[in-house]
Nanobody, 116 residues
């Protein structure tokens, strides 16, 4: 049974920080490319960050470069997203995504709200 469970979302003030976590199970986590996506109401889902199984190769959306960091712990089957200098436009549901070849899995998402 494949599972991706996000946690760590919540309400934070602009300029604040938040760390999201995704716990994976039911597949060989260490060989999958992991991503974080987000979707705001009425908008399409967008890629925020991705990290290869090597841990060293990452990519980020231009809007979050310098503010967000993706990292993973293959021993614990987790991938995290450290978010800093948060802005109201970062408000969205954040989803964990795992992919390798034709395989692709999604979590249920965790809400992040950046507001005063």
């Amino acid at each position: 049974q494949v599972q991706l469970v996000e946690s760590g979302g919540g309400l934070v003030q602009p300029g604040g920080s938040l760390r999201l976590s995704c716990a994976a199970s039911g597949f060989t986590f260490g060989v999958y490319y992991m991503e974080w996506h987000r979707q705001a109401p009425g908008k399409e889902r967008e890629l925020v960050a991705g990290i290869t199984s090597s841990v060293r190769f990452t990519n980020y959306a231009d809007s979050v470069k310098g503010r967000f960091t993706i990292f993973r712990d293959n021993n614990k089957n987790t991938v995290n997203l450290q978010m800093s200098m948060l802005k109201p436009e970062d408000t969205a549901v954040y989803y964990c995504h795992a992919t390798m070849g034709a395989a692709a899995y999604w979590g249920q998402g965790t809400q992040v709200t950046v507001s005063s």
